[in-house]
């Protein structure tokens, strides 16, 4: 069947944070002069190995994760420090770089080409109600027909009800539906179990992800375009 609604995810597929940028900050403090363009690479491994080992771990966990994910992150980096006074400082410094959330460049031209060829779009995410103000506050949220957050809905992914309800929502059957999204085991794995297909975005190509075998992956969500094409 043909695509006609893509849903999006919000983080690392339509947004991304200035955390590079910010713990670099930090690590200069400390004596280490790292380039941003190592630290996003080693960010994205210790993502994917979160997101593979501990799902849910930043979402649900009544404890800050942070120095945790720090520890894991600071090993790939060869960095020593104290993870807990490194954690409060770069949340120093990202309370201090507003936004801290951007829109990767691609996004506002794709997602404005998409609704041009005439297809509906969505969000499905993971996120607090602060979801529909941060997509206003970049002018994306005027793309979408239906926002749904899990906060506000009672249910989240991977589950597949999160899936049901956006379904209801916009009243597309899931084969005639795509979901566009970064973590495979939320993503993937939950849009399948409703019969949604996926595209999973991975921005340095197989880095991180070298487990899984049975998905297709994007550099970004301008290539959405791209497999539609294919599919025509």
Same mark, same amino acid.
């Given at each position: 069947?043909?695509?006609?609604?893509?849903?999006?995810?919000?983080?690392?597929?339509?947004?991304?944070?200035?955390?590079?940028?910010?713990?670099?900050?930090?690590?200069?403090?400390?004596?280490?002069?790292?380039?941003?363009?190592?630290?996003? #690479?080693?960010? =994205?491994?210790?993502?994917?190995?979160?997101?593979?080992?501990?799902?849910?771990?930043?979402?649900?966990?009544? =404890?800050?994760?942070?120095?945790?994910?720090?520890?894991?992150?600071?090993? #790939?980096?060869?960095?020593?420090? *104290?993870?807990?006074?490194?954690?409060?400082?770069?949340?120093?410094?990202?309370?201090?770089?507003?936004?801290?959330?951007?829109?990767? *460049?691609?996004?506002?031209?794709?997602?404005?080409?998409?609704?041009?060829?005439?297809? #509906?779009?969505?969000?499905?995410?993971?996120?607090?109600?602060?979801?529909?103000?941060?997509?206003?506050?970049?002018?994306?949220?005027?793309?979408?027909? =239906?926002?749904?957050?899990?906060?506000?809905?009672?249910?989240?992914?991977?589950?597949?009800?999160?899936?049901?309800?956006?379904?209801?929502?916009?009243?597309?059957?899931?084969?005639?539906?795509?979901?566009?999204?970064?973590?495979?085991?939320?993503?993937?794995?939950?849009?399948?179990?409703?019969?949604?297909?996926?595209?999973?975005?991975? #921005?340095?190509?197989?880095?991180?992800?070298?487990?899984?075998?049975?998905?297709?992956?994007?550099?970004?969500?301008?290539?959405?375009?791209?497999?539609?094409?294919?599919?025509?």
């Amino acid at each position: 069947m043909p695509v006609s609604f893509i849903w999006f995810d919000i983080g690392y597929t339509l947004l991304y944070m200035q955390r590079e940028l910010t713990y670099r900050q930090v690590l200069l403090e400390q004596g280490f002069d790292i380039p941003v363009d190592r630290l996003e #690479r080693e960010f =994205h491994v210790a993502d994917k190995y979160f997101m593979r080992e501990f799902p849910g771990v930043f979402g649900n966990s009544k =404890h800050s994760p942070t120095p945790w994910f720090l520890g894991v992150l600071n090993y #790939r980096l060869g960095v020593n420090g *104290d993870l807990c006074a490194m954690a409060a400082r770069w949340r120093e410094f990202q309370q201090q770089t507003q936004p801290y959330w951007l829109p990767f *460049d691609c996004v506002p031209g794709t997602l404005s080409e998409l609704k041009r060829q005439g297809l #509906r779009l969505g969000v499905i995410s993971n996120w607090d109600s602060s979801a529909h103000s941060l997509l206003e506050s970049h002018g994306l949220a005027r793309f979408f027909e =239906h926002i749904v957050i899990s906060s506000e809905v009672g249910c989240e992914k991977p589950g597949e009800e999160i899936f049901r309800v956006a379904l209801r929502k916009s009243g597309v059957p899931a084969d005639q539906c795509l979901y566009v999204g970064d973590n495979y085991y939320d993503d993937a794995l939950g849009s399948r179990q409703v019969g949604m297909p996926c595209l999973i975005v991975n #921005r340095f190509s197989r880095l991180g992800i070298e487990e899984i075998e049975d998905q297709i992956f994007i550099r970004d969500v301008s290539q959405v375009l791209d497999y539609l094409k294919k599919l025509s």
